[in-house]
């Protein structure tokens, strides 16, 4: 019989957080560890508990029996936590920065207007740029700014704030007609993908149509904002940002293909903390100030 002294929460949380993510790389990021850490902290707990979580596959974990038998109580002590988390935070007399989750053409925009926030709120701020959705119930984030996939499950309060146009940008002398076959024209794009639709694709695809030829491919924002100043080639922007650009030209308009909807999410239990509600309002009336320059109208 195991006691529950024997049991260390920080090792089922590694198993919660492995278990979620499906490989040790990621778990690891995550929990802001080291893989060999969190591997230690596996090994403590299948050891106390007498066999293996995980099965070692290719390129992923999978749960063994006694991996599943054990998950949803590992699920409920992680929402324990969690609501106990969020309920200190409510009582705390010092005040912890505000964490807003966000992608990097949203983080972007937020670092553009950040000294209007840090006016407007009071508060200290947080901005985590990342694709990754990270999640509100488990206190990753205070506030997540998503663009258009909104999870339905979860015990979150929602906002549509704007919609957010992105279309090709280029340095005004590259080029001097794009009305009509482009000739080879250089087109920095995205992460290959035969994914459609998708911001990648639709490139790809104008590039192919316009004769043009992709001459790189970069990942973030940041990296395609100096290739294209540094007239490298013509690429995809956020139009709140390519239209900041005074060197920059649009080389066509905005597609309706490639407007999203940007919706802020926080947690029921910490929309009422008086930072996170501050920021809340803050991101509102920014957004709606900016929703022409964000639509790219």
Known sequence: MIDDGDLDWEDIRAFLATARCGSLTGAAQRLRLSPPTLGRRLKRLEDRLGGPLFDRL????????????VLDSAAAMGDAAAAFARQADRLATTAQPVRVTATTSVSAFLTLHLPTLLA???????????????NLAQREADIALRMDRVPAEGDLVTRRL???????????DLRADWSGRWDGAPVVGLPETRRRPSQSGWVDDMARERGARVVARLSELPMRLDAVRRGL??????????????TLVRVVDPPAALTEDVHLLVHRDRRDAPAVAAVVEALVRLFR???DALAGN
Not at 236 to 246: H, K, M, Q, T, Y
């Open 233 to 246: 080639g013509t690429t995809l922007l956020p139009c709140v940002l390519g239209d900041a650009e005074s």
């Open 120 to 134: 407007d709120t009071g508060a200290d701020l947080t901005i985590l740029s990342t694709r990754n959705a990270l």
């Open 162 to 172: 704007a919609r957010f146009g992105f279309t090709l940008y280029a340095v005004r």
């Open 289 to 291: 100030r900016h929703a």
């Open 58 to 69: 290719p390129n992923r974990l999978e749960l063994t029996a006694l991996g599943r038998s």
